[in-house]
Every structure is written in C-alpha cells, then in structure tokens.
C-alpha cells in the first residue's frame, strides 16, 4: 500500500510549495493530488457570485475514491482535470501508482472521511495577513485577475474557508510553520517519509 499524506492550511499558506520542496527528493515515487482538479464547476451560476470556497463545491465522492484507490495502487485511477478559465471540467487523467501520495488542499479536510482517508495531516500553518498578500500576488500573476476581483472574493467567501480550516489545525499529526522559510521542515519531513517507507519495505 502507498503512503498518503494529506496538506492542507488557509489559502495562500504554501501547501502547493512544500509539495514542490517533498518532490525534489522523492522524485517518481511521489505523486500529488491536488484538490483544485475535484471543484464541481459552477454551472450556470454567475462566477462572480458563486462560492467556490465552500466545501459543497468540491466533489469529495471522487476525492475520496482517489485516495483510496492511490493507496491500494489499483488501476485505472482517473482523476478529473478542471479548467480554471472555464470553470469547468474538460477530461480525465490516469494517476500511475506510486509509493507516496500527498494530497493537498485548503478546504476538503474539513470533511472527517477526507482526513481518515490519510495516513498523516500536515498543517502549514501561516498568518492570514501574509497568506492573502501571498495570495494576491499569485491570483494576479497565475490567474489574470485584478486587485478589486481578488480581494472582493476574499472578504465574500474565502476568508470565512480560512477560518474554518484554522479550527482542524489541532487535528493535524504536523504543525508546521511557514511565515518566513519552510526548506528545513521539508527536509525533514523527506527524511520521515524514507523512513516510513523503509518500514514499509518499499
């Protein structure tokens, strides 16, 4: 069976980063599923109003059946792919097994089946001021949205997430700190997988 470990934090923390960081040593044993591929899409809905940053517009059947089928390694395991632009989803892709799979996300381990679905939770924990100019300069950057659009969105909707995800922080197996620098921590956090997956035999 494969190593699943969830990351999560508020939007903007660094999750997508440490798992950068936790690739570089792992290199094709590691897989990451991210939970941006299980948003429901908004429909018809106005995606100015529309929520995206409520648990009820992610698709967590599916995330759950990912990682259930990521830790047995069976096969086909398709996950949708989602276009951003679109706000929809445009096809699927087969995930090849692999001896580790992080799984990160802001807001679906909220849901207690998402976090018993994982080994270990990871929490990457950053000051909300710094997690919204973080996310600022991403959305404008990645994403083509203007300062009005994203920091409209965050008082609406996103904010509220954040709070919400700051209160399963205690049910995390790590805590760990990205204010500043988190290459140390995922340093040893790759040296704690090895380890896990030399007991494991893999």
Do not use: W
Not at 27 to 47: A, W
Not at 77 to 90: C, T
Not at 92 to 114: C, D, T, W
Not at 151 to 180: C, G, W
């Amino acid at each position: 069976m494969a190593l699943v470990i969830g990351i999560t934090g508020i939007s903007g923390s660094g999750k997508s980063r440490l798992c950068s960081l936790l690739a570089e040593g792992l290199g094709n044993k590691l897989t990451v599923i991210c939970q941006d591929s299980f948003y429901k899409g908004c429909g018809n809905i106005d995606t100015d109003v529309y929520n995206f940053d409520d648990l009820n517009a992610l698709d967590l059947e599916s995330i759950s059946l990912a990682i259930h089928n990521c830790k047995n390694q069976q096969q086909p395991n398709e996950i949708p792919v989602y276009d951003h632009s679109q706000h929809k989803r445009v096809g699927y892709r087969n995930l090849e097994p692999s001896k580790v799979v992080l799984v990160e996300g802001h807001m679906m381990f909220q849901e207690p089946a998402i976090r018993d679905a994982v080994d270990y939770l990871l929490f990457v924990d950053t000051d909300m001021d710094i997690a919204v100019v973080r996310r600022l300069k991403r959305d404008i950057a990645e994403r083509g949205r203007n300062v009005n659009e994203v920091t409209s969105r965050y008082m609406r909707h996103v904010r509220q997430a954040s709070l919400k995800t700051i209160e399963i922080r205690h049910k995390a197996d790590f805590v760990i700190p990205n204010n500043n620098s988190f290459t140390n921590a995922a340093n040893l956090l790759r040296h704690f997988i090895d380890s896990v997956l030399t007991e494991k035999g893999a």
